[in-house]
């Protein structure tokens, strides 16, 4: 049962901005939304979440739709580090705890 | 290096074995996550506990047991081994509140143990 759904793979010219979008439209209103990269032959690493406003850290921005079935995650200027693939997730509280869940992620290339 | 530490990094076993692959957490991280990755499923949460006590369960085989160690460290046990046990299994370790909710919080995840079954 997969609560995002992202594109199987994007490509991005170097030092453009890239635009990463995910549906989510069964998302409840306590979900959060997060966004994680894994780089190759390295684990998941966190990028930015965010509830309900748009927000902005050192790594990228997270654009939510107002009604918070959909989001975007902005890379502003991609560089070729950024070549990973990129996963959008719903942390969704249940009455046995909360549970992180994964898509099946964006292959983001990064063309020089 | 996120601070989360998984052993070994690679093992090589044949079908019917039993394994145990081993994390330990973030110094001060009291929740732990077990994922499974293999290449046509993504990643698969397995099963999470904090402070010692199983806190939310995922798609976990019944063959598969982990457990969360009075120092936090965490092992995850897969036994009667199929060959599509074959896949990297990742463990996270996440700051968590006294009620066991991480939902804002980050995950930090090791680098992965590689499980190959022949």
């Known amino acids: 049962d997969a609560k995002t759904t992202q594109p199987n793979s994007m490509e991005s010219n170097e030092e453009e901005p890239v635009h990463l979008p995910c549906n989510h439209s069964t998302i409840s209103g306590t979900d959060y939304i997060h966004w994680y990269r894994q780089l190759p032959s390295q684990g998941p690493e966190y990028v930015i979440h965010?509830?309900?406003s748009n927000v902005n850290n050192r790594m990228a921005s997270l654009a939510i739709a107002e009604d918070r079935k959909s989001s975007t995650l902005i890379l502003h200027r991609a560089t070729l580090r950024d070549a990973a693939v990129y996963y959008c997730?719903?942390?969704?509280?249940?009455?046995?705890?909360?549970?992180?869940?994964f898509g099946t992620g964006t292959s983001l290339t990064v063309i020089p | 290096d996120s601070g989360v530490t998984q052993t070994p990094k690679h093992l090589i076993t044949a079908t019917g074995q039993r394994v145990t692959l081993r994390c330990s957490p973030r110094s001060g991280d009291l929740s732990v996550y077990w994922y499974q990755q293999s290449l046509d499923q993504g990643l698969q949460f397995l099963i999470q506990?904090?402070?010692?006590?199983?806190?939310a369960k995922g798609n976990i085989l019944e063959r598969f047991s982990a457990q969360q160690f009075p120092d936090l460290h965490s092992e995850l046990n897969l036994s009667s081994l199929e060959l599509g046990d074959s896949a990297l299994y990742f463990c996270a370790s996440s700051v968590a509140t006294a009620s066991g909710e991480t939902n804002t919080g980050e995950l930090f995840f090791g680098e992965g143990s590689r499980l190959t079954v022949l």
């Open positions: 965010g509830l309900t």
């Open positions: 997730i719903l942390s969704v509280m249940t009455n046995t705890g909360n549970q992180f869940y």
């Open positions: 506990y904090y402070n010692g006590e199983e806190r």
